[in-house]
Nanobody, 118 residues
Framework: QVQLVESGGGLVQPGGSLRLSCAASRSIFSIYRMGWFRQVPGKEREMVATISSGGGTNYADSVKGRFTISRDNAKNTVYLQMNSLKPDASAVYYC????????????WGQGTQVTVSS
């Protein structure tokens, strides 16, 4: 499994922006799909956005039009640009990957904390 390190979180005011990064320990070029997830205490981890190796994306309804996922295969990095942030976006954000016709990898990184508050 590829090791993933998330970064870029922090404290931001409502309406602000953050860009999260997910650095992989090896090439992600051939990985079928990469994704960003988030979790708040007491709740299940939820999918935020995913991107395929061909660049196809999908988003949770709650973030459509405000968040953008992208991948830079040359840098082995996946990004999540988050705009117009709302307090309900506060969570620990994780990235993960999966191959075609397989589950998301079982191991998760440390994540990066995002807090949206005035």
């Amino acid at each position: 499994q590829v090791q993933l390190v998330e970064s870029g979180g922090g404290l931001v005011q409502p309406g602000g922006s953050l860009r999260l990064s997910c650095a992989a320990s090896r090439s992600i070029f051939s990985i079928y799909r990469m994704g960003w997830f988030r979790q708040v205490p007491g709740k299940e981890r939820e999918m935020v956005a995913t991107i395929s190796s061909g660049g196809g994306t999908n988003y949770a309804d709650s973030v459509k039009g405000r968040f953008t996922i992208s991948r830079d295969n040359a840098k082995n990095t996946v990004y999540l640009q988050m705009n117009s942030l709302k307090p309900d976006a506060s969570a620990v954000y994780y990235c993960n990957g999966r191959n075609y016709d397989a589950n998301w990898w079982p191991s998760w990184g440390q994540g990066t904390q995002v807090t949206v508050s005035s």
